[in-house]
């Protein structure tokens, strides 16, 4: 028998070997990272029977812990696990393995607008309110508030036949939570839960419920019911109703407080496709990469390709240029514009000279006399005091006055609150230099309004002029008919394509500016945990909310005309777009204040009763997108990760992006290097094909141009169609002169019956 200080010993030993060990299997886990695997499923080993057999044996072989988070069977053959980068790497080695792509994370892109685009009007092309229940719609977001009367099912018949979705139940989210309109609801966190740990359902709920708004806001814009005497706080009262108001709605809750997930993406898409919706819409975006590293491109090229129409935000990164996501040329990327609706409000200085704000306020308004104004960088302890940031005001020297605050470093309403909390009592917010004279509305919590940059420059230059300057800020009001309107955003994420420049993106513009839809009654309006206000309905900006109304016109098309392709859907919706006042002035950038172009709004913003009947189209099959893929030099294996079919290209054959039959135009061209330098010149052929989708006519090309740099010419001149569904070719042929390196400039190309004007923008780019 051992002696007793040496059994002692060995338990002492035992147990620092056991916590050694569990501290090496903590940092291996913390190492892990979410992968999502791209099998090459035609190819499967004679060995299995089972494709997720086959990826079980795959992934053990790599790693004895690792487990599959999903798999995939629709959008992409595979599955998603958490893996080392050294199990990684070893995965990718193997044969019959596409690609292991790392997770990305994705962020959101965060009434008036039937009236706005015409919907309001009486016409025979307007689909019957029995086909559009059979369009459904997909949301991918945060989920949804089901309880809103913006899903009212009263006015729509049975669910389509045709529909294998399913409402799953969770947290504050029972099967009775679906109806009519709202037939479908799902939740995806896996992904999510493997990076952060399980849901915090005190903060949120681990369903279909949307806790934060921005889910229920995009539904309700793309295909939510009409809703009577809607509003927020008492502004933009009126009808609330979606783009497609008697489409079905398909929930996939893919966003949670940290994030939205890849991993979680892919399975809502995957799920969408195989449930049977008729668009998708994604107001998410995040990562640019090349398509076949995208897992969001990926997973909308099956989608297209089974005929599901796929609408994804641009981004929120405007002015800025290239700063686009959500690229792939077989999704349609959405920009943001303004609609003709303000909610303004007077601000008086001492000198009684008055300016106009905007704001969403709607408590207790300040004395009718005026109060002390200061700016925030002078009563500041802070070298970024401008920005009125948390803790950096000093009370004793902004107690019951009027802060100015300058736009940057936090949320614009989180300024009003940092005043507040410091004894001001209320806030001028100014726009700074990279948005111009935008103005966003916001539901401030105390006595606020935005104004734009010349504007909060007149006020800076006041209160450094006056010894007491003091203001007053007058109660806001909704003003309609605002004209210019639409302006492009100064947020909106702006071209030219940073991956595939001879693509012109963003395809197309939308309301998303101060737009009024549903509200999840978690939060309150601004999202801060100080709010404890309840609406159902919120105003809100973002390329996010332009993008639901793209997707629900599209549904709208789909209706009228249910054979037609998502690229036939697409190209109605840009060849009618408009980039004029009816004044015949071009349309304005924000940021600017001057002319906007195709690289801030595509083809331009969207006419839905024009798209309807559109007279021709610019039809992609899989494939015209093959053919695109190849011309990128894309290898055999990144095809198949992207398509799902093997293809070779042929070497004897010519590939071209100019070849793809896109509805809009980019020509990258080569520059000279000297300002002014000229001399060299190219010739360029872009080849295009026409479908006739309306009755037997003769086109006759018009060509407008903003350059001598560059001729232009059309062969055949006129095309005539005898038939529905006659498909006819035309050639471009550009010769540029070279230019200066970044000189752009742009030009049109119209096709035009005498109804219907088909127009296609064109963009220069010297490189």
């Given at each position: 028998?051992?002696?007793?200080?040496?059994?002692?010993?060995?338990?002492?030993?035992?147990?620092?070997?056991?916590?050694?060990?569990?501290?090496?299997?903590?940092?291996?886990?913390?190492?892990?990272?979410?992968?999502?695997?791209?099998?090459?499923?035609?190819?499967?080993?004679?060995?299995?029977?089972?494709?997720?057999?086959?990826?079980?044996?795959?992934?053990?072989?790599?790693?004895?812990?690792?487990?599959?988070?999903?798999?995939?069977?629709?959008?992409?053959?595979?599955?998603?696990?958490?893996?080392?980068?050294?199990?990684?790497?070893?995965?990718?080695?193997?044969?019959?393995?596409?690609?292991?792509?790392?997770?990305?994370?994705?962020?959101?892109?965060?009434?008036?607008?039937?009236?706005?685009?015409?919907?309001?009007?009486?016409?025979?092309?307007?689909?019957?309110?029995?086909?559009?229940?059979?369009?459904?719609?997909?949301?991918?977001?945060?989920?949804?508030?089901?309880?809103?009367?913006?899903?009212?099912?009263?006015?729509?018949?049975?669910?389509?036949?045709?529909?294998?979705?399913?409402?799953?139940?969770?947290?504050?989210?029972?099967?009775?939570?679906?109806?009519?309109?709202?037939?479908?609801?799902?939740?995806?966190?896996?992904?999510?839960?493997?990076?952060?740990?399980?849901?915090?359902?005190?903060?949120?709920?681990?369903?279909?419920?949307?806790?934060?708004?921005?889910?229920?806001?995009?539904?309700?814009?793309?295909?939510?019911?009409?809703?009577?005497?809607?509003?927020?706080?008492?502004?933009?009262?009126?009808?609330?109703?979606?783009?497609?108001?008697?489409?079905?709605?398909?929930?996939?809750?893919?966003?949670?407080?940290?994030?939205?997930?890849?991993?979680?993406?892919?399975?809502?898409?995957?799920?969408?496709?195989?449930?049977?919706?008729?668009?998708?819409?994604?107001?998410?975006?995040?990562?640019?990469?090349?398509?076949?590293?995208?897992?969001?491109?990926?997973?909308?090229?099956?989608?297209?390709?089974?005929?599901?129409?796929?609408?994804?935000s641009a981004g929120n990164s405007g002015p800025?240029?290239?700063?686009?996501?959500?690229?792939?040329?077989?999704?349609?990327?959405?920009?943001?514009?303004?609609?003709?609706?303000?909610?303004?409000?007077?601000?008086?200085?001492?000198?009684?000279?008055?300016?106009?704000?905007?704001?969403?306020?709607?408590?207790?308004?300040?004395?009718?006399?005026?109060?002390?104004?200061?700016?925030?960088?002078?009563?500041?302890?802070?070298?970024?005091?401008?920005?009125?940031?948390?803790?950096?005001?000093?009370?004793?020297?902004?107690?019951?006055?009027?802060?100015?605050?300058?736009?940057?470093?936090?949320?614009?309403?989180?300024?009003?609150?940092?005043?507040?909390?410091?004894?001001?009592?209320?806030?001028?917010?100014?726009?700074?230099?990279?948005?111009?004279?935008?103005?966003?509305?916001?539901?401030?919590?105390?006595?606020?309004?935005?104004?734009?940059?010349?504007?909060?420059?007149?006020?800076?230059?006041?209160?450094?002029?006056?010894?007491?300057?003091?203001?007053?800020?007058?109660?806001?009001?909704?003003?309609?008919?605002?004209?210019?309107?639409?302006?492009?955003?100064?947020?909106?994420?702006?071209?030219?394509?940073?991956?595939?420049?001879?693509?012109?993106?963003?395809?197309?513009?939308?309301?998303?500016?101060?737009?009024?839809?549903?509200w999840t009654g978690a939060v309150g309006p601004?999202?801060?945990?100080?709010?404890?206000?309840?609406?159902?309905?919120?105003?809100?900006?973002?390329?996010?909310?332009?993008?639901?109304?793209?997707?629900?016109?599209?549904?709208?098309?789909?209706?009228?005309?249910?054979?037609?392709?998502?690229?036939?859907?697409?190209?109605?919706?840009?060849?009618?777009?408009?980039?004029?006042?009816?004044?015949?002035?071009?349309?304005?950038?924000?940021?600017?204040?001057?002319?906007?172009?195709?690289?801030?709004?595509?083809?331009?913003?969207?006419?839905?009763?024009?798209?309807?009947?559109?007279?021709?189209?610019?039809?992609?099959?899989?494939?015209?997108?093959?053919?695109?893929?190849?011309?990128?030099?894309?290898?055999?294996?990144?095809?198949?990760?992207?398509?799902?079919?093997?293809?070779?290209?042929?070497?004897?054959?010519?590939?071209?992006?100019?070849?793809?039959?896109?509805?809009?135009?980019?020509?990258?061209?080569?520059?000279?290097?000297?300002?002014?330098?000229?001399?060299?010149?190219?010739?360029?052929?872009?080849?295009?094909?026409?479908?006739?989708?309306?009755?037997?006519?003769?086109?006759?090309?018009?060509?407008?141009?903003?350059?001598?740099?560059?001729?232009?010419?059309?062969?055949?001149?006129?095309?005539?169609?005898?038939?529905?569904?006659?498909?006819?070719?035309?050639?471009?042929?550009?010769?540029?002169?070279?230019?200066?390196?970044?000189?752009?400039?742009?030009?049109?190309?119209?096709?035009?019956?005498?109804?219907?004007?088909?127009?296609?923008?064109?963009?220069?780019?010297?490189?």
């Amino acid at each position: 028998m051992k002696p007793m200080k040496f059994k002692l010993l060995e338990i002492i030993l035992y147990l620092n070997l056991c916590y050694a060990c569990a501290v090496a299997e903590e940092k291996i886990q913390q190492a892990k990272k979410t992968y999502i695997v791209h099998m090459d499923k035609s190819n499967m080993p004679e060995s299995f029977t089972d494709h997720s057999l086959w990826y079980d044996a795959s992934l053990k072989s790599v790693s004895d812990s690792a487990s599959v988070l999903y798999p995939y069977k629709n959008v992409i053959h595979g599955y998603s696990t958490r893996l080392t980068a050294e199990e990684a790497e070893s995965l990718r080695r193997q044969p019959r393995i596409l690609s292991v792509l790392h997770e990305v994370t994705y962020e959101l892109h965060t009434t008036r607008t039937p009236e706005f685009l015409g919907l309001g009007k009486s016409s025979a092309l307007f689909p019957t309110s029995d086909s559009m229940g059979d369009v459904t719609v997909g949301i991918l977001d945060t989920g949804v508030r089901p309880e809103l009367k913006s899903f009212d099912d009263s006015e729509l018949g049975p669910v389509p036949s045709g529909w294998k979705g399913v409402c799953e139940v969770g947290r504050n989210f029972s099967a009775s939570s679906c109806n009519r309109k709202l037939i479908g609801a799902r939740f995806f966190s896996k992904g999510y839960e493997a990076s952060f740990g399980p849901i915090d359902e005190s903060r949120e709920s681990k369903s279909p419920r949307d806790d934060d708004g921005h889910g229920t806001h995009t539904a309700t814009t793309a295909a939510g019911s009409a809703v009577p005497k809607a509003n927020l706080l008492g502004y933009a009262s009126g009808t609330a109703r979606g783009m497609a108001s008697h489409a079905r709605v398909a929930i996939y809750k893919v966003c949670w407080l940290g994030g939205c997930f890849g991993s979680d993406i892919v399975a809502a898409m995957d799920a969408a496709v195989a449930d049977g919706v008729d668009v998708i819409s994604m107001s998410i975006g995040g990562g640019l990469s090349e398509y076949y590293d995208d897992t969001i491109a990926i997973g909308a090229f099956t989608a297209a390709a089974r005929g599901v129409f796929v609408s994804c935000s641009a981004g929120n990164s405007g002015p800025i240029p290239s700063s686009l996501s959500n690229i792939a040329p077989w999704i349609t990327t959405v920009g943001a514009g303004t609609l003709d609706r303000d909610f303004p409000a007077s601000i008086t200085l001492g000198n009684e000279d008055q300016y106009s704000g905007m704001t969403l306020y709607n408590g207790k308004q300040l004395p009718h006399s005026k109060v002390p104004l200061v700016y925030g960088g002078n009563v500041s302890n802070s070298s970024s005091g401008n920005l009125c940031m948390a803790g950096s005001l000093i009370p004793e020297k902004i107690s019951g006055k009027i802060v100015l605050c300058d736009r940057g470093g936090n949320a614009r309403v989180q300024k009003g609150v940092v005043v507040k909390a410091a004894g001001g009592v209320g806030m001028i917010l100014t726009i700074t230099d990279s948005f111009g004279e935008e103005l966003v509305a916001d539901a401030h919590l105390l006595p606020a309004a935005a104004v734009g940059r010349k504007t909060g420059d007149a006020i800076k230059k006041y209160i450094s002029s006056d010894p007491n300057p003091t203001a007053t800020i007058g109660p806001g009001t909704t003003k309609l008919g605002v004209q210019p309107s639409p302006v492009v955003a100064a947020f909106s994420s702006r071209g030219p394509n940073p991956v595939t420049p001879a693509i012109l993106k963003p395809d197309i513009i939308a309301p998303g500016v101060n737009i009024l839809a549903g509200w999840t009654g978690a939060v309150g309006p601004t999202g801060l945990e100080s709010d404890q206000r309840h609406v159902n309905f919120n105003i809100i900006s973002g390329t996010s909310m332009s993008c639901p109304h793209v997707s629900g016109l599209a549904a709208l098309l789909k209706a009228a005309h249910p054979d037609w392709s998502p690229a036939a859907i697409k190209s109605a919706l840009m060849t009618t777009a408009y980039t004029a006042y009816r004044s015949g002035e071009k349309m304005e950038d924000v940021a600017t204040g001057g002319p906007a172009t195709p690289f801030d709004y595509g083809a331009g913003h969207v006419d839905p009763v024009a798209a309807l009947d559109p007279g021709l189209v610019y039809d992609a099959t899989v494939d015209d997108y093959l053919g695109l893929l190849c011309a990128l030099n894309y290898t055999a294996n990144q095809i198949k990760s992207i398509t799902h079919r093997d293809l070779t290209c042929q070497t004897s054959k010519k590939y071209t992006l100019g070849d793809f039959n896109y509805p809009s135009f980019s020509v990258p061209l080569e520059a000279s290097g000297k300002k002014g330098g000229a001399g060299v010149s190219s010739t360029i052929n872009y080849t295009r094909t026409l479908t006739n989708v309306g009755a037997p006519a003769t086109y006759k090309v018009s060509l407008y141009s903003q350059t001598h740099a560059v001729k232009m010419s059309v062969e055949p001149a006129t095309l005539s169609f005898s038939a529905e569904y006659e498909k006819k070719s035309y050639t471009v042929t550009f010769t540029a002169s070279s230019m200066p390196f970044g000189t752009t400039s742009f030009a049109r190309l119209e096709w035009s019956d005498g109804k219907h004007i088909v127009g296609s923008p064109i963009a220069y780019s010297w490189k």
